[in-house]
């Protein structure tokens, strides 16, 4: 019977990444500041890693890595491999450091957006060798984790609907 509640949880999260996906593939359909739209399924993938631990945040985030692949035009395989990361370094932590509540999942939703941006611009403008490294860090990356992180207590509590209700109880 536990099977079933970890299968049917599972489930729950695979619909959740084809929303959220859908959303942020679908044009105008969430808001933009200046221009910049969030990366919301980094979020999820957070969330799904400090609820689950490092196997299952790594292979969700690895599924939203390639999803996210699919969807962008830069370096392939980029997103799969630093959201596998992210995924297996949150679940570490949420399993052997910190003890999670909105706060701390807040907190480290919101420094791993900011490394996750980090990462991002290193290897799209600096190891690419581009011109406006500055104003695209200031008027891109910094505004979109920014509006990322803005967006952390939305998917917690969404998340932790899912883990915390579909949950086998003895």
Do not use: W
Request: net charge neutral; charged share 10%.
């Amino acid at each position: 019977m536990k099977i079933a509640y970890k299968c049917a949880r599972f489930f729950a999260y695979i619909i959740e990444i084809l929303i959220v996906y859908i959303l942020e593939q679908t044009p105008n359909l969430i808001f933009e500041i200046y221009g910049v739209r969030p990366t919301i399924l980094v979020l999820v993938a957070v969330m799904i890693a400090l609820f689950e631990g490092h196997t299952v945040g790594a292979v969700f985030g690895f599924f939203i890595g390639l999803l996210l692949d699919i969807g962008a035009a830069g370096n392939m395989g980029f997103y799969s491999i630093a959201i596998t990361c992210l995924g297996f370094l949150v679940g570490n932590i949420a399993q052997k450091i910190i003890k999670f509540n909105l706060i701390t999942s807040v907190a480290i939703a919101s420094v791993f957006v900011f490394a996750f941006y980090a990462v991002h611009f290193l290897f799209e403008f600096l190891f690419c060798g581009y011109v406006d490294r500055l104003y695209s860090l200031v008027n891109h990356y910094l505004i979109a984790a920014l509006y990322t992180a803005a967006l952390a207590p939305f998917i917690y509590f969404f998340t932790k609907g899912f883990a915390v209700n579909i949950k086998y109880e003895d």
